[in-house]
């Protein structure tokens, strides 16, 4: 492989120093490194080392000197059995001393149904969990035997007996935003009545939250912020007292997560910005955002890190087993090694990356293991870096992450004409890629200026060359051009500066030319940004073209906020009669424009700001005389995902305004749709989409 | 064998239920010939517990004890459906109810309006034989239109009482997407003053009232808000749930009024009043214990 023949490879060229065996850990020397991985027996060893390393002397003792624990240790360590499931199945909790207490009072109280690997695993994944710190260690069996038994008992999905240790480490963390939550929440109780009055097609978990009405206040008035929204309630099973009283995006987006995971459905819950959403897991790979409002997502419970990248990354990692196998057994050979042959500890590092590239946690540990104990020159960590990026590259975030490791503490040794460049690299590797996933670009950019010393014209200068390297990429210039606009333009001198670095870095990357207007220059970041969903960055470069209001009659508002406002436009065609620059504003109150080229049924469709009850929409353009058939026969639709659509108002009576009543008949709305439903191939164009309603968030 | 024909004798009937492909066929078979049409919503593919009841459904004995005035239609919602499958799924989207939980079981009647609709497992298994429920759910029905046959040949307030009777037997509101809102049209017709009290029942605002009783009491209009919730209540027609929901806007309403605040626990004390085992009735003796009282 490549990877193997670079400097920083050579930095960690191993030592022919043969090791003696210690406790559990197996001899190792520079050629076992490599043949355990692929041996099982050496592996298994391998992974009884790493449970010593992890666990600690005090712990280990207790564990493997005998005594009461003897019989469980002989099980644990036979292979194919607990341990693997155990060790091979993504991190270890922080405590993991717990984590073995717990599958030893599961083993010791059902080893015969353990003897079953559907129950084995469920038994590993339990005492992943219950391991992490915060998870009471008594309340373990009753979640191994909740799973335990709604299996036997056929009322699980059948998915379930399909998952992996890693995968049930999804499952059965039922939780409250991550941490356990006790009989009066999410606990078993409110597991049972879910498994028993929401089963359900796995898809359609993700929209289970809808079963449970969006109230901020209860029936005696009470508000969700408050402590009395459930109080008087507290007879009922939390699920079943979320469905009938009610709740807002937390509850709702609980109580969608725990129905999937009570019926043995992989899922999650997550933050995001003022918000609380959910995701479901249909099958390997899949995880399926539910009640999600944005790409900003912390989750609540992840095997590798909080952010959606790193959720997706791992389980392409993890369900490459063989691989992951192999990686896991380097890691740990290098860990065992560090203190004592540091040299051989970093060939078994290589190993671990090089069995799996995409192993982010690897790639982590290593950086952080050379920035603390290698201190290697700035030449090895620029090799280092490249390969770091060229694993990762289609992870872009995930690549940032390792690189933000060591790049901030190596920067102050780079020649300063060459540091800019080496920040590009970055950016020069994931131009062509689009990634899992839109993620805070910006604050990547801001760390990397950072490392430039604060002096502004080298930062415009790295703005500039940016700009010029991602000018190429549809996902990646909207943030970056969006960044530039927050950092610079703060003032009318800032933003003509940036504006004239924007345009030099366009041009330069082959893009439109300096001498056109900052609307002309913004037009194809703006459509970008509309195209990729990304309303932060669409938004924004709205703001830094500015806008002319339409003044264009709407009549009185509908009741209720207006949902449209600060939201996304997208049209099916641009023209040469089109301002993308006055997209933004087609959804505020002052109005604004589209203009689409001809086709037949062009349409718009405009992303709310926020998921809503719709009361009404006003439609309205300035258009007149022949100019204004373009706009009829008009068709509206309306949909929750922005896929199924339902159309709520057809007319074929041009002019405007129009004023569409949706008081009931629209209940959950996140994207609505205007359209010219005719054969004729023309243009279409309008002034103001303005939709109004209660927040659903 | 005793069981089955000790079913169709129950049923009154001699003659099997016919079986539909989907729920379109099901309804021109039943608009044609007057039938109930029983549905079954289950996933063969995925959902065990549904299993045991399509099994029971597919047996001969269950469609002979069925009768023939009603049609089946069993739902099958595959996770992996062939192309086939997926077709017949997609004309199945015409059903215009869908359950909460799987397996399910409802009954429409000939015009496709849904009469009773069991969701889950527990709900099914807490109701009996599925069969038994079902045939139950026709006798409602029957008795239902009995009600409104009766309604066609009164007029004024009579016709309304037994048209709300109707819908009451039902307990559905006027159910899924309002398909019964042409019956409410009825009732009001012939009894614009509202004397038989049905039309109070069934357009009572439920929660919406507490939503305006707090929005007023926002705006400082407490007597607006004391007024519209003291109408309902004045209505005698209001069953116990609704009438346990206007109380507890008057709650909601009293415990932003200071002139009024003194009388929360009195009107926490009526709702507890109206049904003490139901959960509003429940939550008010929690929510007096939480008052200190």
Same mark, same amino acid.
């Given at each position: 492989m490549e990877i193997m023949k670079t400097t920083w490879m050579l930095l960690l060229a191993p030592s022919l120093l043969a090791l003696a065996p210690a406790t559990a850990r197996p001899p190792v020397d520079a050629g076992s490194l490599a043949k355990a991985a692929d041996d099982p027996a050496a592996s298994h060893a391998w992974a009884l080392a790493e449970l010593e390393r992890a666990l600690g002397d005090k712990e280990w003792k207790s564990l493997s000197t005998g005594g009461p624990r003897a019989a469980f240790f002989r099980e644990l360590a036979k292979p194919d059995g607990l341990l693997d499931e155990l060790m091979f199945s993504g991190p270890l909790p922080d405590d993991p001393a717990k984590m073995i207490r717990v599958a030893e009072s599961l083993w010791k109280a059902d080893a015969r149904s353990m003897a079953d690997r559907r129950e084995l695993t469920t038994a590993a994944a339990v005492a992943l969990t219950f391991g992490d710190g915060k998870w009471p260690e008594d309340q373990a069996a009753a979640r191994y035997e909740y799973y335990r038994d709604s299996r036997k008992a056929g009322q699980l999905h059948p998915m379930f007996d399909t998952l992996e240790t890693w995968e049930k480490r999804y499952v059965v963390s039922v939780s409250s935003n991550g941490g356990w939550a006790g009989d009066d929440g999410w606990g078993e109780r409110s597991m049972e009545w879910l498994r028993d009055h929401v089963k359900l097609p796995a898809a359609d978990y993700t929209k289970a939250c809808w079963q449970a009405p969006y109230r901020l206040n209860n029936v005696f008035g009470d508000s969700i912020h408050g402590k009395n929204y459930y109080a008087p309630f507290k007879e009922m099973i939390h699920a079943e007292r979320v469905r009938e009283v009610g709740g807002v995006c937390g509850?709702?987006?609980?109580?969608? %997560?725990?129905? !999937?995971?009570?019926?043995?459905?992989? *899922?999650?819950?997550?933050?995001?910005?003022?918000?609380?959403?959910? $995701?479901?897991?249909?099958?390997?790979?899949?995880?399926?955002?539910?009640?999600?409002?944005?790409?900003?997502?912390?989750?609540?419970?992840?095997?590798?890190?909080?952010?959606?990248?790193?959720l997706v990354l791992q389980d392409k990692v993890l369900a490459e087993k063989y691989a992951s196998h192999r990686s896991d057994v380097h890691l740990w050979q290098a860990r065992s090694?560090?203190?004592?042959?540091?040299?051989? %500890?970093?060939? !078994?590092?290589?190993?671990?990356?090089? *069995?799996?590239?995409?192993?982010?946690?690897?790639?982590?540990?290593? $950086?952080?293991?050379?920035?603390e104990r290698r201190q290697p020159s700035p030449a090895d960590w620029k090799a280092f870096h490249d390969q770091a990026l060229a694993a990762l590259a289609d992870y872009p975030e995930a690549a940032w992450?390792?690189?933000?490791?060591?790049?901030?503490?190596?920067?102050?040794?780079?020649?300063?004409?060459?540091?800019?460049?080496?920040?590009?690299?970055?950016?020069?590797?994931?131009?062509?890629?689009?990634?899992p996933v839109m993620w805070d670009f910006g604050k990547a950019l801001d760390e990397q200026v950072k490392m430039l010393g604060g002096d502004h014209a080298t930062e415009l200068e790295f703005f500039e060359q940016v700009v010029a390297m991602q000018v190429r990429s549809e996902t990646w210039l909207a943030p970056v051009v969006a960044w530039g606009r927050e950092r610079f333009a703060k003032d009318p001198a800032g933003a003509t500066e940036c504006f004239n670095v924007l345009a030099r870095g366009l041009a330069a990357g082959g893009g439109s030319s300096q001498a056109e207007s900052l609307g002309k220059v913004l037009a194809p970041v703006i459509l970008a940004a509309a195209d990729t969903g990304n309303v932060d960055a669409f938004q924004a470069l709205s703001k830094l073209a500015g806008t002319t209001p339409a003044k264009v009659p709407t009549g009185e508002p509908f009741p209720g906020e207006l949902l449209s406002a600060g939201g996304l436009l997208k049209i099916s065609t641009t023209s040469r009669w089109?301002?993308?620059?006055?997209?933004?504003?087609?959804?505020?109150?002052?109005?604004?424009?589209?203009?689409?080229?001809?086709e037949v049924k062009p349409h718009a469709v405009v992303r709310l700001a926020k998921l809503g009850e719709l009361s009404g929409i006003v439609l309205a353009s300035t258009a007149s005389g022949y100019n204004s058939t373009r706009e009829v026969p008009l068709k509206v639709s309306v949909s929750e995902d922005g896929q199924q659509w339902t159309e709520v108002f057809r007319t074929e009576k041009p002019g405007g305004p129009w004023r569409i009543p949706l008081e009931g008949k629209a209940p959950r709305v996140g994207y609505v749709k205007v359209e010219r439903d005719d054969d004729r191939s023309e243009v279409f164009h309008m002034n103001a989409i303005q939709v109004y309603g209660r927040r659903l968030q | 064998m005793i069981r089955t024909i000790s079913l169709m004798l129950l049923s009154g009937s001699l003659f099997a239920a016919e079986r539909a492909a989907d729920f379109p066929a099901a309804l021109d078979k039943a608009k044609a010939g007057g039938q109930d049409i029983a549905v079954l919503y289950h996933g063969s593919d995925w959902c065990a517990p549904g299993e045991k009841v399509a099994a029971m459904w597919r047996r001969d004995d269950f469609e002979k004890g069925m009768g023939k005035d009603v049609v089946l239609v069993a739902i099958d919602r595959k996770e992996r459906p062939d192309e086939a499958e997926a077709a017949t799924a997609k004309r199945n989207e015409a059903c215009p109810v869908g359950v909460r939980s799987y397996p399910g079981i409802a009954l429409f009647d000939a015009e496709g309006r849904l009469v009773a609709k069991r969701e889950g497992m527990s709900e099914i298994e807490s109701m009996g034989a599925p069969g038994q429920a079902l045939?139950?759910?026709?006798?409602?029905?029957?008795?239902?239109?009995?009600?409104?046959?009766?309604?066609a040949k009164e007029s004024g307030p009579a016709a309304a009482r037994l048209l709300g009777k109707g819908l009451d037997m039902m307990n559905l509101g006027l159910g899924p997407k309002d398909v019964y809102k042409p019956v409410l049209e009825?009732?009001?017709?012939?009894?614009?003053?509202?004397?038989?009290?049905?039309?109070?029942?069934?357009?009572?605002?439920?929660?919406?009232?507490?939503?305006?009783?707090?929005?007023?009491?926002?705006?400082?209009?407490?007597?607006?808000?004391?007024?519209?919730?003291?109408?309902?209540?004045?209505?005698?027609?209001?069953?116990?749930?609704?009438?346990?929901?206007?109380?507890s806007a008057r709650f909601a309403l009293y415990n932003r009024w200071d002139a009024r605040k003194g009388d929360v626990k009195s009107v926490l004390?009526?709702?507890?009043?109206?049904?003490?085992?139901?959960?509003?009735?429940?939550?008010a003796a929690e929510y007096l214990k939480m008052l200190g009282s």
């Open positions: 509850s709702l987006s609980h109580y969608g %997560a725990t129905a !999937a995971r009570s019926n043995g459905i992989p *899922a999650i819950t997550m933050g995001e910005p003022g918000h609380c959403a959910y $995701a479901v897991r249909l099958g390997p790979g899949e995880w399926t955002p539910a009640y999600s409002l944005s790409w900003k997502r912390g989750l609540h419970t992840s095997l590798w890190g909080r952010t959606w990248t790193q090694l560090r203190d004592e042959d540091p040299d051989l %500890a970093a060939s !078994a590092y290589r190993m671990a990356v090089e *069995a799996q590239p995409l192993n982010q946690q690897a790639w982590l540990e290593i $950086a952080r293991w050379m920035k992450e390792v690189l933000a490791v060591f790049q901030p503490s190596v920067m102050p040794q780079v020649p300063a004409d060459e540091r800019i460049p080496f920040l590009l690299a970055f950016h020069d590797a994931i131009a062509a890629r689009k990634g089109d301002d993308p620059s006055q997209h933004a504003a087609v959804l505020e109150a002052s109005g604004g424009r589209f203009h689409t080229d001809k | 045939l139950r759910a026709v006798e409602v029905r029957r008795k239902r239109d009995a009600l409104w046959q009766r309604a009825r009732i009001r017709k012939e009894d614009p003053e509202d004397r038989s009290g049905y039309v109070a029942r069934y357009t009572f605002p439920g929660m919406k009232l507490v939503e305006s009783a707090m929005k007023l009491a926002g705006e400082q209009k407490f007597e607006d808000a004391d007024k519209e919730i003291a109408a309902w209540l004045s209505k005698r027609s209001l069953l116990p749930d609704q009438r346990q929901q206007a109380l004390r009526e709702l507890e009043k109206a049904d003490p085992e139901s959960e509003l009735g429940k939550g």
